[in-house]
């Protein structure tokens, strides 16, 4: 079993940044592809960035894209989505994901991700 904890989301003015983090316990956390999808009110979960287990590759939403950086720190169980020039249009809930044997080309779907976390807010006012 895989726990995974966001944290780091906010109000933040049009134009800012936020770093938002996710913990991960409970497995190796190196073995693991690991993602962020976000959900705005009313609309479906939205793949955000992904980075594979090794931090070798990365992948983006287009509208993310040049925006947003995700990294991982294998030491210290950690994700990050560095996120600036915040848009009001990325307001929604972000949720951290996890998956052993995900391939690159399944990343986009969530329904292919095993484990989610919570969740946290990040509102962006214009």
């Known amino acids: 079993q895989v726990q995974l904890v966001e944290s780091g989301g906010g109000l933040v003015q049009a134009g800012g940044s936020l770093r938002l983090s996710c913990a991960v316990s409970?497995?190796?956390?190196?073995?693991?592809?690991m993602g962020w999808f976000r959900q705005a009110p009313g609309k479906e979960r939205q793949f955000v960035a992904s980075?594979?287990?090794?931090?070798?590759?990365?992948y983006y939403a287009d509208s993310v894209k040049g925006r947003f950086s995700v990294s991982r720190d294998n030491a210290k169980n950690t994700l990050y989505l560095q996120m600036n020039s915040l848009k009001p249009e990325d307001t929604a809930v972000y949720f951290c994901?996890?998956?052993?044997?995900?391939?690159?080309?399944?990343?986009?779907?969530?329904?292919?991700?095993?484990?989610w976390g919570q969740g946290t807010q990040v509102t962006v006012s214009s």
């Open positions: 994901v996890a998956d052993r044997w995900i391939s690159a080309t399944q990343h986009i779907s969530p329904l292919n991700w095993d484990y």
């Open positions: 409970g497995r190796p956390f190196s073995s693991y592809a």
């Open positions: 980075i594979t287990w090794s931090g070798d590759n990365t």
